[in-house]
């Protein structure tokens, strides 16, 4: 089966400018995820959503970062105004199950690289 | 706020030699997820063990999940070049819809 899917693989852009990231996830899968992963350190949930409906933002800094996940398919993460601290890698998973059990796998895309200038 | 400290954070040695990585928690884990992760590329899941005590084998690499749910650990005997790699701990309280990642720890095998 196809794998998640993340476009642009890698991103330059100035402070105060904006950036989108898009994912696609595997076929079938419920539930998207999208991580920030700084360098050096593990990935940070940012933002889960279980088809179209979003069940955790508690780690999005709303005031700058947005996500929507429209028909339930394919995601789009956005930065408005970027900050330096944004430079990471924003990874996008995809599971088909809802909760963390034991059978629940993500699965991850090669991840978006930003740098903010 | 659960967290996952791993240790040691780097780890260099050289191939054929044997090595522990360590995830500890003060909180309890419903399950616990494993990952590797190389460079330019996303976490890729190696296992996950959900039950106090278990012992999961694949091949050279032997994971543990503590009899309390609250720590890990993954040892790899006899280690390989190609087992270079970021490895991550991963879990989720009991109840909780969050997977919580490690800072993971940044393996070397020199040839």
């Known amino acids: 089966e196809a794998g998640v899917a993340q476009s642009p693989r890698y991103k330059i852009i100035e402070k105060r400018q904006s950036v989108a990231f898009w994912c696609n996830p595997i076929?079938?899968?419920?539930?998207l995820y999208w991580y920030q992963q700084i360098l050096g350190q593990g990935p940070k949930l940012l933002i889960q959503f279980q088809n179209n409906g979003v069940v955790d933002d508690s780690q999005l800094p709303k005031d700058r970062f947005s996500a929507e996940r429209l028909k339930g398919v394919d995601s789009t993460l956005k930065i408005q105004p970027a900050k330096l601290e944004d430079s990471a890698v924003y990874l996008c998973?995809?599971?088909?199950?809802?909760?963390?059990?034991?059978?629940?796998?993500?699965?991850f895309g090669a991840g978006s690289r930003l740098t903010v200038l | 706020t659960q967290l996952l400290e791993q240790s040691p954070q780097f780890l260099s040695i050289q191939e054929g030699e044997n090595l522990t990585v360590y995830c500890n928690s003060s909180s309890v884990f419903s399950s616990l997820q494993w990952y590797r992760q190389e460079p330019g590329e996303g976490p890729v899941l190696l296992v996950t063990?959900?039950?106090?005590?278990e012992v999961k084998k694949l091949k050279r690499l032997t994971f543990q999940f503590g009899d309390a749910r609250k720590d890990s650990s993954l040892h790899i005997t006899a280690a390989q070049p190609g087992d270079t790699g970021l490895y991550l701990c991963?879990?989720?309280?009991?109840?909780?819809?969050?997977?919580?990642f490690g800072q993971g720890t940044r393996l070397t095998i020199n040839p």
């Open positions: 991963a879990g989720a309280a009991s109840g909780a819809q969050k997977l919580v």
């Open positions: 063990v959900v039950t106090g005590g």
């Open positions: 076929s079938g899968h419920a539930t």
């Open positions: 998973a995809s599971s088909s199950g809802g909760g963390y059990s034991g059978a629940n796998v993500l699965t």
